[in-house]
């Protein structure tokens, strides 16, 4: 076995996915909640990618590529809609963008 | 020797990523936080490459890094002194339950993979040279993961659609 194996990746990729939704729980601000989502999102990417090296099966590299798409997906509709909150004059605050709340 | 070298690239490539990753959940100027993304997305990258993924690496780094943070940076220059994010979070109630709610999910991740672990994760596969290559994943793209390719176009044009519905100014609709 030359280099880490794949515990290690493993355990940089549960650290990633904490850190992210500790930023995504505690954070207010939906520019920074967006950039804790694509951390959270990445560690599971670094997760999908080394257990396809790890199984030597090429479907966890085309998942991750499908995960990529989806986080820019994501990230034009997040952005898009942090625009338009900025737009209509409302505070850019997750908590205080409860209008939709049942 | 060249396994020491992969060991000293792994700690540093995992290091940045994770003080970066940080550092994200933690500055209060967004464009701060955003560059710091980059890093993070950069180092993971080497990763990726440590792990015979080139083809993504590079995607990683032009997708990623170059396309998608080009447009926060926009965002975060059109809003300005609007987009600064200071702690000030819920009542002190709801930021520990944040953490214990983050660890918990922590926890969890550990203990399911730690469940799975068993003797076909002890010695990694031996692939070969085009492992990775993007000759190898457009292969597979065009073959067995075809629908998965069309529905991620799809996805992505939904959005561009839905990017410009919601940037567009309605001037009588307007509230």
């Not at chain 1, 505690?26 to 199984?55: C, D, H, K, T, W």
């Not at chain 1, 090429?58 to 590529?65: P, S, T």
């Not at chain 1, 990529?68 to 505070?91: H, P, Q």
């Not at chain 2, 969890?108 to 672990?117: I, Q, R």
Request: glycine share 10%.
């Amino acid at each position: 076995m030359s280099g880490p194996g794949v515990g290690w990746y493993l355990i940089v990729s549960a650290a990633l996915f904490g850190i992210g939704s500790l930023g995504v729980m505690l954070r207010r601000s939906p520019l920074i909640v967006l950039l804790s989502l694509e951390i959270m999102l990445n560690g599971a990417n670094l997760a999908l990618i080394a257990f396809a090296r790890q199984l030597g099966n090429l479907d966890g590299q085309i998942f991750a590529l499908a995960v990529m798409a989806v986080a820019a997906a994501e990230v034009a509709i997040g952005l898009g809609l942090i625009v338009a909150m900025a737009r209509r004059d409302m505070a850019l605050d997750v908590d205080q963008a409860s209008v939709l709340r049942g | 020797m060249g396994n020491v070298l992969v060991w000293i690239v792994w700690f540093l490539a995992a290091g940045a990523c994770l003080g970066s990753g940080i550092a994200v959940v933690s500055l209060t100027n967004p464009f701060y936080s955003a560059l710091a993304l980059i890093g993070n997305l950069a180092s993971l990258a080497v990763l990726y490459l440590l792990l015979a993924a080139e083809f993504l690496a590079a995607a990683q780094v032009l997708v990623y890094a170059g396309a998608v943070m080009v447009m926060f940076v926009f965002v975060i220059a059109y809003l300005g002194g609007r987009a600064d994010a200071p702690w000030a979070g819920g009542s002190p109630v709801m930021q520990t339950a944040a953490v214990v709610a983050a660890v918990a999910l922590l926890v969890e991740v550990v203990v399911v993979l730690g469940l799975a672990w068993g003797d076909d994760l002890k010695d990694s596969a031996e692939v070969s040279d085009s492992f990775g290559s993007p000759a190898a994943i457009g292969e597979l793209f065009l073959t067995d993961h075809l629908l998965a390719f069309e529905i991620t176009s799809i996805v992505l044009l939904v959005a561009a659609i839905g990017g410009v519905v919601l940037g567009t100014t309605h001037e009588k609709g307007r509230p």
